[in-house]
């Protein structure tokens, strides 16, 4: 048997959906730059490396006209997916128990192809497999998502796996091994607690990291023979060798040399080849993990982004506010929106106004619906202007590009407010039977403590807001959930877990919308 078959089939890698591998988001990224690529919703999608579909299924769920296809080397955690797949009634998903090395071009094109986790992981035959399958299963106008270890962030990282691996040698078992490697880790943390050196500040902090992260991302992530990172221009190069093209990061902000520093960015700034300046972008920030799409070399791209291209999509808000909200009223007086690359600033009436309300949409806004949004709010009545005000003024593309706004192409649907029907989606009732983990309508993984799976598995379109509360009580008494007071002390009456249960059960709907939980009435 294959090592990592071995391996993967013993300790099962956790498989959870990555937001940032969704079709959409690649369909968005794709689009700023001059693609054309093809809709998620009736997109042919390839995973290499899929695990038990956590990332996959759902993608599946939510395009029933889109055909998936995940391999994997895991006869366990396919099978585990298939269970899923199988459960739910899936007709456009295949899970298959395959080496990357035994996936050919007789496959068929793909309109999308994510590896994630797997680049930097395998050995140096695979990674070529994975760029030829790329290069000869890729659509024309196709995107692929790769991630991997990047240098030279991962030099410093490299010295605590090699710590552990040194311990681990002489165990066996990865229960042993996990365990070996936290106690070194915890020895190492003891030893150096009143050193306050750069390299001591280093460890403690990844160290502590490392103290969070489940065994199996110990095992598979930090533990495996091969991690292989290496510099972004080496990945570009090998991508290339392949006749595939760098075609933009996952964030875009990442590629932006104006969010750096000031004094670095404005020499940085002067490098027109993208590679060479994603590279020095690089060192500047000790980068150690990347997460790279890809286009065929034969696609001519759009570098040269324009102002009025915000226009296409929907926007939406990924900052905090400082200031007085009563600031907006007040002429002159500053209101701040930032986030951890970029600050604005303003004292404009308009601009005030036009970033305050984005802040405040809870899900992403289209660029057109919110000029209607603003013609509302303000006193400006003439389209043209608020346009002119946003694309030019305010330059809504500059702040994209710093991160403060995301955006995307399609709309997302759940509900904002607990609706009429409470409903959520028949994936997430079916991992409420088995995890406190759910998947949500932006494909993120939420976690819920027990009270809120029990409220959860009662969103099943029986039940309204209104009148939820007493079947709520009913299942916390049949299922012996405890409800606490506010000390910590556990409800007994059943008259008070009845009374309970009709406001807490509110509270937790709001969160459930605001998780993106709930679907649309």
């Given at each position: 048997?294959?090592?990592?078959?071995?391996?993967?089939?013993?300790?099962?890698?956790?498989?959870?959906?990555?937001?940032?591998?969704h079709p959409n988001h690649l369909y968005t990224l794709g689009s700023l730059f001059g693609l054309k690529p093809k809709?998620?919703?009736?997109?042919?999608?390839?995973?290499?490396?899929?695990?038990s579909g956590g990332n996959l299924i759902p993608m599946a769920c939510g395009a029933p006209e889109n055909e998936c296809?995940?391999?994997?080397?895991?006869?366990?955690?396919?099978?585990?997916?298939?269970?899923?797949?199988?459960?739910?009634?899936?007709?456009?998903?295949?899970?298959?128990?395959?080496?990357?090395?035994?996936?050919?071009?007789?496959?068929?094109?793909?309109?999308?192809?994510?590896?994630?986790?797997?680049?930097?992981?395998?050995?140096?035959?695979?990674?070529?497999?994975?760029?030829?399958?790329?290069?000869?299963?890729?659509?024309?106008?196709?995107?692929?998502?790769?991630?991997?270890?990047?240098?030279?962030?991962?030099?410093?990282?490299?010295?605590?796996?090699?710590?552990?691996?040194?311990?681990?040698?002489?165990?066996?078992?990865?229960?042993?091994?996990?365990?070996?490697?936290?106690?070194?880790?915890?020895?190492?943390?003891?030893?150096?607690?009143?050193?306050?050196?750069?390299?001591?500040?280093?460890?403690?902090?990844?160290?502590?990291?490392?103290?969070?992260?489940?065994?199996?991302?110990?095992?598979?992530?930090?533990?495996?023979?091969?991690?292989?990172?290496?510099?972004?221009?080496?990945?570009?190069?090998?991508?290339?060798?392949?006749?595939?093209?760098?075609?933009?990061?996952?964030?875009?902000?990442?590629?932006?040399?104006?969010?750096?520093?000031?004094?670095?960015?404005?020499?940085?700034?002067?490098?027109?080849?993208?590679?060479?300046?994603?590279?020095?972008?690089?060192?500047?920030?000790?980068?150690?993990?990347?997460?790279?799409?890809?286009?065929?070399?034969?696609?001519?791209?759009?570098?040269?982004?324009?102002?009025?291209?915000?226009?296409?999509?929907?926007?939406?808000?990924?900052?905090?506010?400082?200031?007085?909200?009563?600031?907006?009223?007040?002429?002159?007086?500053?209101?701040?929106?930032?986030?951890?690359?970029?600050?604005?600033?303003?004292?404009?009436?308009?601009?005030?106004?036009?970033?305050?309300?984005?802040?405040?949409?809870?899900?992403?806004?289209?660029?057109?619906?919110?000029?209607?949004?603003?013609?509302?709010?303000?006193?400006?009545?003439?389209?043209?202007?608020?346009?002119?005000?946003?694309?030019?003024?305010?330059?809504?593309?500059?702040?994209?590009?710093?991160?403060?706004?995301?955006?995307?192409?399609?709309?997302?649907?759940?509900?904002?407010?607990?609706?009429?029907?409470?409903?959520?989606?028949?994936?997430?009732?079916?991992?409420?039977?088995?995890?406190?983990?759910?998947?949500?309508?932006?494909?993120?993984?939420?976690?819920?403590?027990?009270?809120?799976?029990?409220?959860?598995?009662?969103?099943?379109?029986?039940?309204?807001?209104?009148?939820?509360?007493?079947?709520?009580?009913?299942?916390?008494?049949?299922?012996?959930?405890?409800?606490?007071?506010?000390?910590?002390?556990?409800?007994?009456?059943?008259?008070?877990?009845?009374?309970?249960?009709?406001?807490?059960?509110?509270?937790?709907?709001?969160?459930?919308?605001?998780?993106?939980?709930?679907?649309?009435?």
């Amino acid at each position: 048997m294959d090592s990592n078959t071995y391996s993967y089939d013993v300790t099962q890698y956790e498989s959870f959906p990555y937001k940032q591998t969704h079709p959409n988001h690649l369909y968005t990224l794709g689009s700023l730059f001059g693609l054309k690529p093809k809709p998620y919703a009736t997109a042919r999608i390839l995973e290499l490396g899929c695990a038990s579909g956590g990332n996959l299924i759902p993608m599946a769920c939510g395009a029933p006209e889109n055909e998936c296809v995940g391999i994997d080397l895991s006869i366990k955690q396919i099978e585990e997916g298939r269970q899923v797949v199988q459960s739910l009634g899936l007709k456009n998903i295949d899970l298959r128990h395959q080496s990357i090395l035994d996936f050919h071009a007789s496959e068929g094109q793909f309109d999308y192809i994510i590896c994630h986790g797997i680049y930097s992981w395998v050995d140096e035959p695979i990674r070529n497999k994975i760029m030829q399958i790329c290069r000869e299963n890729l659509a024309e106008q196709g995107i692929v998502f790769m991630s991997y270890n990047t240098l030279p962030g991962w030099n410093m990282v490299k010295s605590i796996r090699d710590m552990m691996k040194y311990h681990v040698q002489s165990f066996n078992t990865p229960q042993e091994k996990a365990t070996q490697a936290r106690s070194i880790l915890k020895f190492i943390l003891a030893g150096i607690k009143d050193q306050k050196t750069p390299y001591s500040n280093f460890l403690e902090s990844e160290i502590n990291l490392l103290s969070k992260q489940s065994d199996n991302y110990l095992l598979h992530d930090h533990l495996e023979d091969v991690n292989h990172a290496l510099y972004f221009y080496e990945f570009v190069e090998h991508a290339k060798q392949n006749r595939l093209n760098y075609l933009s990061d996952t964030e875009i902000s990442h590629m932006f040399p104006a969010n750096l520093p000031a004094g670095i960015s404005q020499e940085i700034s002067k490098i027109t080849d993208i590679v060479r300046l994603g590279q020095y972008m690089d060192f500047v920030r000790n980068q150690r993990f990347r997460q790279t799409l890809l286009c065929h070399e034969s696609i001519v791209l759009n570098r040269n982004l324009q102002t009025d291209q915000i226009m296409d999509f929907h926007l939406k808000f990924e900052g905090v506010v400082e200031g007085d909200e009563n600031a907006l009223s007040v002429d002159e007086a500053p209101l701040s929106f930032k986030n951890n690359l970029i600050t604005l600033t303003v004292k404009n009436h308009f601009s005030k106004i036009a970033m305050w309300l984005l802040s405040q949409q809870k899900k992403p806004i289209f660029y057109g619906d919110f000029i209607s949004l603003l013609l509302r709010e303000t006193k400006i009545q003439d389209r043209n202007k608020i346009q002119h005000m946003l694309n030019q003024e305010l330059n809504l593309m500059r702040l994209a590009l710093g991160g403060i706004i995301t955006l995307s192409c399609e709309p997302l649907h759940y509900a904002l407010k607990p609706p009429t029907t409470l409903r959520s989606t028949p994936l997430v009732q079916h991992q409420l039977l088995r995890s406190s983990l759910v998947t949500n309508q932006r494909h993120e993984v939420v976690r819920l403590n027990t009270v809120e799976k029990v409220l959860l598995k009662l969103c099943n379109g029986t039940h309204s807001p209104q009148h939820i509360g007493r079947a709520f009580a009913e299942k916390l008494i049949a299922e012996k959930v405890p409800l606490l007071k506010e000390d910590g002390s556990i409800v007994q009456e059943k008259e008070e877990i009845y009374r309970r249960s009709e406001y807490i059960s509110k509270e937790i709907l709001n969160l459930f919308a605001g998780n993106a939980l709930l679907l649309d009435a």
